[in-house]
């Protein structure tokens, strides 16, 4: 089955820019959505389809894709940011499942 | 405003079964899919199970094949998901999720909106 490999945690400092990557075996063709999660509450969709925000989520969040690594970016990083996320997408090279990495806790220090 | 409202989450022993539901309201929600996905204590997500809008097309993952089964019933706008021969393994926060778009062989559609989720507890 597909593997999603996510950092287990990313540290940054308010203000600046936090990258949290996702990789798997040519995940470039593939869509990646992205999750945010803080404790205690359920998942919020921040980026689509690799790079497309729902509405409500601010600008400061962005997504790239390419090869075997996608990228979640969280610009001008601030404490409300602090949370997991995760990267997911559809696997249907053996049977069809949606996959979820194992999440990025980011700190903001 | 789209709200999702699981229910049917307790403390089962192992072998035993539980049904948990999930109330949508806010959107038609015959014309779209809807998931389920678990969180174990402390750990990351899960996918659990997917259904068409229709009911006619369902997915499980395959830590659950064979044990759950997914349904809906769009007259209640409500979703299920029977879960027998629990395990301790699937002690776990299960959140109900709809899908932005119907899937297909070559796409799976992110999770815009999820329930709060409701705690399945499998212990002696």
């Known amino acids: 089955s597909y593997v999603l490999t996510q950092p287990p945690s990313v540290s940054v400092a308010p203000g600046q820019t936090a990258r949290i990557t996702c990789g798997g075996n040519?995940?470039?063709?593939?869509?990646v959505h992205w999750y945010q999660q803080k404790p205690g509450q359920a998942p919020v969709l921040v980026v689509y389809?690799?790079?497309d925000r729902p509405s409500g989520i601010p600008e400061r969040f962005s997504g790239s894709n390419s090869g075997n690594t996608a990228t979640l970016t969280i610009s001008r990083v601030e404490a409300g940011d602090e949370a997991d996320y995760y990267c997911q997408v559809w696997d249907s090279s053996s049977d069809h499942h949606w996959v979820f990495g194992g999440g990025t806790k980011l700190t903001v220090l | 405003e789209v709200q999702l409202l699981e229910s049917g989450g307790g403390l089962v022993q192992p072998g035993g079964s539980l049904r948990l539901s999930c109330a949508a309201s806010g959107f038609t929600f015959s014309s779209y899919a809807m998931s389920w996905v678990r969180q174990a204590p402390g750990k990351g997500l899960e996918w659990v199970s997917a259904i068409s809008g229709s009911g006619g097309s369902t997915y499980y993952a395959d830590s659950v094949k064979g044990r759950f089964t997914i349904s809906r019933d769009n007259s209640k706008n409500t979703l299920y998901l029977q879960m027998n021969s629990l395990r301790a393994e699937d002690t776990a926060v299960y959140y109900c999720?709809?899908?932005?778009?119907?899937?297909?062989?070559?796409?799976?559609?992110?999770?815009?909106?999820w329930g709060q989720g409701t705690l399945v507890t499998v212990s002696s």
């Open positions: 389809d690799d790079s």
């Open positions: 999720a709809k899908l932005t778009d119907t899937y297909s062989s070559s796409y799976g559609p992110p999770f815009d909106y």
């Open positions: 040519n995940i470039g063709s593939k869509s």
